[in-house]
T-cell receptor
Framework: AQSVAQPEDQVNVAEGNPLTVKCTYS??????LFWYVQYPNRGLQFLLK??????LVKGSYGFEAEFNKSQTSFHLKKPSALVSDSALYFC???????????????FGQGTTLQVKP | ETGVTQSPTHLIKTRGQQVTLRCSSQ?????VSWYQQALGQGPQFIFQ???????GRGNFPPRFSGLQFPNYSSELNVNALELDDSALYLC?????????????FGAGSRLTVL
């Protein structure tokens, strides 16, 4: 079965420091990977995706993610964290079983990022 | 372009009742999917609609049903509500055509079942 794991419930970082939010995946075939962010009382907002090509993907708000096939990881990174980055972050993989046209995403449990001034 | 809008934003029901949640897709999108997000959990796929038909379903019982209308808006209906149905229900729209499509999510409808 396809799955995504986010091993950290919470990540704490000081403003201005680099941040990493970890994600590992388990899929058959080539993965389509996504990162979304959720602010309180808001829906999920798309940050970036990996489909194919360059292993370093750049996304919204200065975020980037590194795809590592050998480690089956897709960690989210940002060189310099902002207090406003504090939110709940979800890694997700597209469920490709059966049909490539299904919209089903399989989400991790989420990681709360806390950026302190 | 307009985003995905959901209504109502909050509602409270009692066990055994029925609820209908509504969603308007983002302009230009023809596919709608629904997710359930329990407290402290990641969203779980309920089902997807394309061309007014369900074309994918997650591990949810038949009392969860939906509709998609010609204007691509959608409804999620839940019958015989149970306490465990308390959650944030998220609607997402996209353009069908491949696994790389990005889902655009609404802000959700928070359902509390007492």
């Amino acid at each position: 079965a396809q799955s995504v794991a986010q091993p950290e419930d919470q990540v704490n970082v000081a403003e201005g420091n680099p941040l990493t939010v970890k994600c590992t995946y388990s899929v058959s075939g080539n993965p389509y990977l996504f990162w979304y962010v959720q602010y309180p009382n808001r829906g999920l907002q798309f940050l970036l995706k990996y489909i194919t090509g360059d292993n370093l993907v750049k996304g919204s708000y200065g975020f980037e993610a590194e795809f590592n096939k050998s480690q089956t990881s897709f960690h989210l990174k940002k060189p310099s964290a902002l207090v406003s980055d504090s939110a709940l972050y979800f890694c997700a993989v597209r469920d490709m079983v059966g049909s490539s046209n299904t919209g089903k995403l399989i989400f991790g449990q989420g990681t709360t990022l806390q950026v302190k001034p | 372009e307009t985003g995905v809008t959901q209504s109502p934003t909050h509602l409270i029901k009692t066990r055994g009742q029925q609820v209908t949640l509504r969603c308007s897709s983002q302009s230009g999108h023809n596919t709608v999917s629904w997710y359930q997000q329990a407290l402290g959990q990641g969203p779980q796929f309920i089902f997807q609609y394309y061309r007014e038909e369900e074309n994918g379903r997650g591990n949810f019982p038949p009392r969860f049903s939906g509709l998609q209308f010609p204007n691509y808006s959608s409804e999620l209906n839940v019958n015989a509500l149970e306490l465990d149905d308390s959650a944030l229900y998220l609607c997402a729209s996209s353009r069908l055509g491949g696994g790389a499509n990005v889902l655009t999510f609404g802000a959700g409808s928070r359902l509390t079942v007492l």
